[in-house]
């Protein structure tokens, strides 16, 4: 069964942000990082009990080709996106989501 994913404008402003550093560097770039985010945004649908929790309840999915991380609560059959980090960022940043 996929759970349901949802995503707040805090996290998709984290997801602009990193495009918009990719798109500066290569197009191209930007594209596979959205890409592999799609990607790892579906295994989490998927299987979000196979991901660790990291902080509280707080699981955290990493993409494997950029330094980024899907930080994401289960409740039910929904997958509550807190935010899209670099793994170099402070996570107090998104303490008050």
């Known amino acids: 069964m996929a759970y349901n994913i949802i995503s707040s404008s805090e996290t ?18 930007a594209k596979q990082f959205l890409a592999e985010l799609k990607a ?12 660790q929790v990291r902080y509280k309840k707080i699981r955290v999915a990493f993409l494997k080709k950029f330094p980024y991380g899907i930080h994401f609560v289960v409740k ?9 980090f670099n793994t ?10």
Do not use: G, M
């Open 40 to 51: 790892v945004k579906i295994y989490i649908a998927n299987n979000p009990e196979k991901i």
């Open 88 to 97: 170099s960022d402070n996570p107090a940043k998104w303490n008050d989501r």
């Open 76 to 84: 039910k059959n929904q997958i509550f996106i807190i935010a899209v």
């Open 12 to 29: 998709e402003d984290d997801i602009d942000k990193a495009v918009q550093y990719y798109v500066t560097i290569d197009k191209t770039l």
